[in-house]
């Protein structure tokens, strides 16, 4: 499928008048609109809910929004937990998916009434020390081994630091029951970035029918089933984006074939999906400032691997459009690289683009999740701001970009830089 930029040139020369480049901005009708779909597939089961994964993109003002949308947050840190609290989310609008849990974040996240979802059996007994075991509890599932959903789309939980294995998921159940937990999920997160319109309903049905043995050899009731996130978006043209109302309609087929005639109709469905609900929804806008021509052509832009880390660690495809040279042939060859000194700094390589002039605006396709979140400081190069683009076509600003005053405040107890 083509990949269409939600901004042109035009709109890009007017912002930059205000905010320079690099940024990020997110298309907020487009993922209204997506977030209104998600809860549209699953309106068939009465205690579905989308816990927006907060560590995607912790932007506040994209999750105020996704809040009046209906979604949950998912947290698995204190400073997520912050966010959550400080945006109004209580009770079953958390989700806290931790792992390696430090000190007090369970706690916190038990003050706001969230859900807890236990990723280990040792951490039974640390709750418990830290607040004492809630009414409600969830545990993370990790079967081991490959999993395969179709034809080429795998993952490897059994390389996975995630989660407990069956065994494990029995006597954490046997020992929060006896414990006085009334209510119990079930958690797992078996593939990532999966462009499939199978590997919901197929997770699904291996977690239903987990749920079903565990409900009869435990005595528990199963409250709900978190099938976590994992549901991809085509970041290559040559992708085809997932459908989520199949989706839903997959994963309410196994509902009515195995929980329903267990009995178990009441069990809701939760999801934790992160890449889906803003990755094609953000981009990252940046300009061509060098050109070098030695043993490759290399393009050198304003932004660098601090502002999308995907490509320089997962070597991950980022689609990128010339702005206003959208149908000029792609006769020229390129790697588009950042200043960072390391060479993994390359936003494309080998990549087929028109040829790309000076200050010429990029726009780097499907950053809105997993994108300005991972951005760190390495270089001295600094996060850039963050821009939303109004139902309306306003531009507004909600994250300014990082000043050396940033970068140097961790240093405000001494008066060594004055
Ligand atoms: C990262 C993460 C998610 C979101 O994953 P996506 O691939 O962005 O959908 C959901 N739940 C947990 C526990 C995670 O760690």
Same mark, same amino acid.
């Given at each position: 499928?083509?990949?269409?930029?939600?901004?042109?040139?035009?709109?890009?020369?007017e912002?930059?008048?205000?905010?320079?480049t690099?940024?990020?901005i997110y298309?907020?009708?487009?993922?209204?609109?997506?977030?209104?779909?998600v809860?549209?597939?699953f %309106?068939? &089961?009465?205690g579905?809910?989308e =816990?927006f994964a907060?560590? *995607?993109?912790p932007?506040?003002?994209i999750?105020?929004? @996704?809040?009046?949308?209906?979604?949950?947050?998912?947290c698995?840190s204190y400073?997520e937990?912050?966010i959550?609290?400080?945006?109004?989310?209580?009770?079953?609008?958390i989700?806290?998916?931790?792992?390696d849990?430090?000190?007090?974040?369970?706690?916190?996240?038990?003050?706001?009434g969230?859900i807890?979802?236990?990723?280990?059996i040792?951490?039974?007994e640390?709750?418990?020390?830290e607040?004492?075991?809630?009414?409600?509890?969830s545990?993370?599932?990790n079967?081991g081994?490959?999993?395969?959903?179709?034809?080429?789309?795998m993952?490897?939980?059994g390389?996975?630091?995630?989660?407990m294995t069956y065994?494990?998921?029995?006597?954490a159940?046997?020992?929060?029951?006896?414990?006085?937990?009334?209510n119990?999920?079930i958690?797992?997160?078996l %593939?990532? &970035?999966t462009?499939?319109?199978? =590997?919901?309903?197929m997770? *699904?049905?291996d977690?239903?029918?987990?749920?079903?043995e @565990?409900?009869?050899?435990?005595g528990?009731?199963?409250g709900?089933?978190?099938?976590?996130g994992?549901v991809?978006i085509?970041?290559s043209?040559d992708?085809?984006p997932n459908d989520?109302m199949?989706?839903g309609?997959?994963?309410?087929?196994?509902?009515?074939?195995i929980l329903t005639?267990?009995?178990?109709?009441?069990?809701a469905?939760?999801t934790?999906?992160?890449?889906?609900?803003?990755?094609p929804?953000?981009?990252?806008?940046?300009k061509?400032?060098?050109?070098k021509?030695?043993?490759?052509?290399?393009?050198?832009?304003?932004?660098?691997?601090?502002?999308l880390m995907?490509?320089?660690?997962?070597?991950?495809?980022?689609?990128?459009?010339?702005?206003?040279?959208?149908n000029?042939?792609?006769?020229?060859?390129?790697?588009?690289v950042?200043?960072?000194c390391?060479?993994?700094?390359?936003f494309a390589?080998d990549?087929r683009l028109p040829?790309?002039?000076?200050?010429?605006y @990029?726009?780097?396709?499907?950053?809105?999740a997993h994108?300005?979140?991972?951005?760190?400081?390495?270089?001295?190069?600094?996060?850039?701001?963050?821009?939303?683009?109004?139902e309306?076509g306003?531009?507004?600003?909600?994250?300014r970009?990082e000043t050396?005053?940033?970068?140097?405040?961790?240093?405000?107890f001494?008066d060594?830089l004055?």
């Amino acid at each position: 499928m083509e990949k269409k930029p939600f901004v042109t040139l035009e709109q890009v020369e007017e912002i930059v008048k205000d905010y320079p480049t690099p940024f990020h901005i997110y298309d907020e009708k487009a993922f209204m609109e997506n977030a209104r779909k998600v809860n549209e597939a699953f %309106a068939w &089961n009465k205690g579905f809910r989308e =816990y927006f994964a907060v560590k *995607a993109e912790p932007n506040p003002f994209i999750i105020k929004l @996704l809040k009046e949308a209906g979604c949950g947050v998912d947290c698995s840190s204190y400073t997520e937990l912050m966010i959550a609290d400080k945006l109004g989310f209580r009770d079953d609008e958390i989700m806290f998916s931790s792992n390696d849990t430090p000190e007090g974040e369970f706690k916190y996240a038990n003050d706001l009434g969230g859900i807890i979802n236990l990723d280990d059996i040792t951490h039974i007994e640390f709750l418990e020390e830290e607040c004492g075991i809630p009414e409600t509890v969830s545990c993370r599932y990790n079967p081991g081994g490959v999993y395969e959903v179709c034809n080429g789309i795998m993952d490897n939980p059994g390389d996975a630091k995630f989660g407990m294995t069956y065994h494990q998921m029995v006597e954490a159940f046997n020992i929060l029951k006896e414990k006085g937990v009334k209510n119990f999920g079930i958690h797992a997160f078996l %593939a990532s &970035n999966t462009v499939t319109n199978e =590997y919901y309903p197929m997770l *699904a049905r291996d977690i239903f029918k987990l749920a079903v043995e @565990l409900q009869y050899q435990c005595g528990v009731h199963i409250g709900f089933v978190n099938l976590s996130g994992g549901v991809g978006i085509p970041y290559s043209p040559d992708q085809e984006p997932n459908d989520i109302m199949e989706i839903g309609e997959g994963v309410r087929k196994a509902y009515e074939e195995i929980l329903t005639p267990a009995g178990m109709g009441d069990v809701a469905i939760y999801t934790e999906m992160g890449r889906f609900m803003m990755g094609p929804y953000g981009a990252l806008i940046t300009k061509a400032i060098h050109e070098k021509h030695i043993y490759r052509e290399y393009i050198g832009v304003d932004a660098t691997a601090a502002n999308l880390m995907r490509p320089a660690i997962y070597d991950s495809y980022h689609h990128i459009t010339v702005l206003g040279k959208e149908n000029e042939k792609a006769n020229h060859v390129y790697d588009v690289v950042g200043s960072l000194c390391e060479n993994n700094d390359k936003f494309a390589v080998d990549r087929r683009l028109p040829k790309i002039d000076m200050g010429d605006y @990029l726009y780097i396709h499907d950053t809105g999740a997993h994108g300005f979140a991972m951005g760190y400081n390495y270089n001295g190069r600094l996060r850039s701001a963050e821009l939303l683009l109004r139902e309306d076509g306003s531009v507004e600003l909600i994250r300014r970009a990082e000043t050396p005053d940033d970068y140097f405040a961790t240093f405000d107890f001494s008066d060594i830089l004055k």
